[in-house]
Every structure is written in structure tokens, then in C-alpha cells.
T-cell receptor, first 115, second 110 residues
């Protein structure tokens, strides 16, 4: 069974500082990996995804993530935080053999941006 | 208009009541899902459907049932609501490797 661990349920950064949200996965097969963002009172929006190919993937709003198989990690980064980045972020994994048929989500990390 | 819509957006109900949450999509996707979100627990899969005739239990299906009335409609029912079913419920569709989420229904069971 797959599992996803997000380190830190709450992360605070200053505006303009680096954003680093950590995600580790466990999977017996190469996974598909996703980051979703949830703004207050909204549904989840896909930020970026890794399926195959280049291990550094770029997403919307300046975010990127790197798939590191040796570390079973898929950490999300952004060089400079904006106030509008304050939201909850979810890492998810899917079985590459089944695509997004079933996603396993992490528990989420709430990002606060301090002015 | 939103591609995935959920009704109602908010609902307060009493213990023991039957309640239905509805989901409609205009994306033309065959696969649809129901999740619940609880603070600190992330999203957990309740049921999923690959097409009108194919419905499957997810991680936490006990106490829930679903109906896939058409390709575009997927309803979630709580036959006898209990307080620990208070949560935010999301419907989603998927195509290839991406899922698309509705805005959510906030359900409170008193």
C-alpha cells in the first residue's frame, strides 16, 4: 500500500523567503506524484505533477518540485514567498500502473506567509 | 461555469437523518470520486466510480453509499448521519493522470 508523509503540519515563512514543503512517499512501484493547493473555502487545485521523464517539474505560481527516487521524496519549493501563497498544500501519490485511479494524500501542510 | 459542482455547499443535519450530497460534472470524464477531508488527516477516499456500472469502495466507505445516475452525476448518501461524519466532502473527476475537484460540501451533523 502506498503512503505519503508530509513533514510539518504548519510552516511559516517570511514574505520573500524560500518556501520548502517536504513530502516523502512509499510505494512498491514507481509512483505518480502530485502537489495540490487548497485556498480557504475552495477545492483543491493541481500545482504540479511528476509522472515520467524530467525529475524537476515546474508548476503554476512559480512552484517546482524534484522527484528523488533515492530519497523517496518530492519536496515542493518556491524561491520567494508571496502573501498569496498562504494556503494548505497536499502531496499525493498514485500508482503509475493505474494513473490517478486512486490517489493517496498526505495530511497536508498549512503555509503561513508573514509580511 | 464550474466544471465540477457540488450541492449543497453547506448543510447542517441531525443525528440519524438521511442526507444526500450531489455532484455534477461537465468535463465528460468517466471516473468520479468522493473524498472526505478532516483537519490534520488530509483527504480520504470514500467511493469511486469508473463508469455508470462500475462503483468501488474506497478507504472509508462504512456508513456511506453512492449512486452513479449518469456519467455526469455521482451522489453520496449518508443513510443515518452521525456526528463523526462532520467533515468537508469533495467530489472529483479524473482523466488520465489528473484529478479535478469540486468546491466541497461542508457537512455538520449535530
Amino acid at each position: 500500500a502506498q503512503s505519503v508523509t508530509q513533514l510539518g503540519s504548519h510552516v511559516s515563512v517570511s514574505e520573500g523567503a524560500l518556501v520548502l514543503l517536504r513530502c516523502n512517499y512509499s510505494s512498491s512501484v514507481p509512483p505518480y506524484l502530485f502537489w495540490y493547493v487548497q485556498y480557504p473555502n475552495q477545492g483543491l487545485q493541481l500545482l504540479l505533477k511528476y509522472t515520467t521523464g524530467a525529475t524537476l517539474v515546474k508548476g503554476i505560481n512559480g512552484f517546482e518540485a524534484e522527484f528523488k527516487k533515492s530519497e523517496t521524496s518530492f519536496h515542493l519549493t518556491k524561491p520567494s514567498a508571496h502573501m498569496s501563497d498562504a494556503a494548505e498544500y497536499f502531496c499525493a501519490s498514485g500508482d503509475s500502473g493505474a494513473g490517478s485511479y486512486q490517489l493517496t494524500f498526505g495530511k497536508g501542510t498549512k503555509l503561513s506567509v508573514i509580511p | 461555469d464550474a466544471d465540477v459542482t457540488q450541492t449543497p455547499r453547506n448543510r447542517i443535519t441531525k443525528t440519524g437523518k438521511r442526507i444526500m450530497l450531489e455532484c455534477s460534472q461537465t468535463k465528460g470524464h468517466d471516473r468520479m470520486y468522493w473524498y472526505r477531508q478532516d483537519p490534520g488527516l488530509g483527504l480520504r477516499l470514500i467511493y469511486y466510480s469508473f463508469d455508470v456500472k462500475d462503483i468501488n469502495k474506497g478507504e472509508i466507505s462504512d456508513g456511506y453509499s453512492v449512486s452513479r445516475q449518469a456519467q455526469a452525476k455521482f451522489s453520496l448518501s449518508l443513510e443515518s448521519a452521525i456526528p463523526n461524519q462532520t467533515a468537508l466532502y469533495f467530489c472529483a473527476t479524473s482523466y488520465r493522470d489528473e484529478q479535478y475537484f469540486g468546491p466541497g460540501t461542508r457537512l455538520t451533523v449535530t
